[in-house]
């Protein structure tokens, strides 16, 4: 049994004020709308649980009224951290739930080929993410003004979701963190803090996250352009 859990119960700010961007349009449908679709075309995909904001659930509700679902799915609400977020989504996860694959909900463009790499990967080492090499050239900055070190940019990976788990690892992992007060922006942080090997995936085509304007006519091109 695999579990999906699509985390959209963040406020995101970069979009601008008052502007909520898992509802824009994107090619004709919302943002989170395509995420969503992506995992519920997915074979490997059991159940999907989607955690939101208490007040966005009617807006859920319509969407999945719209449209064919294939999977089953579950309304959940956040919590104050991203991992409490995640913990809440595992808390609804089928019973019998193996491995769990975690998303950002304003990555629209994410592959089915992804999706299904990252669940195997987690499959063998019980960890594994989605991550592209750094092709820029990186310099650390102790005070943002000057460039305080060169970085070898051959041993950087920039990491995405899916974040995938087996259920009894990220559990752990989350658990953990709670208990000592811990706080973890990425779910394969907290398994690096209690020893858990992750495996990393690449990420052969886009699969940006949406958070500033510029980011949505990319987005569009790389739906248009069929990215499967």
């Not at 089953?72 to 977020?85: A, C, I, N, W, Y």
């Not at 769990?100 to 669940?119: F, H, K, N």
């Not at 000057?146 to 990976?157: G, I, N, Q, T």
Request: glycine content about 6%; charged content about 25%; overall charge positive.
């Amino acid at each position: 049994m695999v579990t999906a859990i699509i985390v959209a119960a963040g406020r995101g700010t970069r979009m601008g004020p008052n502007v909520d961007k898992l509802f824009l349009e994107l090619a004709g449908r919302p943002v989170v709308l395509h995420t969503w679709l992506r995992f519920d075309a997915c074979p490997e995909i059991d159940h999907v649980v989607l955690v939101t904001r208490p007040e966005l659930k009617p807006e859920f509700e319509k969407l999945a009224g719209r449209q064919p679902l294939a999977k089953p799915f579950t309304l959940v609400s956040g919590g104050k951290e991203r991992q409490d977020s995640v913990w809440n989504g595992l808390e609804a996860a089928s019973k019998g739930t193996e491995i769990v694959a975690i998303q950002d909900a304003a990555r629209p463009c994410t592959s089915g080929e992804l999706i299904t790499a990252t669940i195997a990967a987690a499959r063998t080492t019980g960890a594994a993410v989605a991550a592209s090499p750094v092709t820029d050239t990186i310099k650390e900055s102790a005070d943002g003004q000057f460039v305080s070190r060169h970085l070898d940019r051959a041993r950087l990976w920039a990491v995405q979701t899916p974040q995938t788990f087996r259920f009894e690892v990220i559990r752990r992992a989350i658990q953990s963190a709670r208990d000592k007060g811990q706080v973890f922006t990425d779910d394969t942080a907290a398994c690096e803090a209690i020893g858990q090997p992750v495996r990393l995936v690449n990420s052969s085509t886009p699969n940006l996250k949406v958070t500033t304007p510029a980011d949505l006519p990319l987005a569009e091109l790389y739906l248009k352009l069929g990215i499967k």
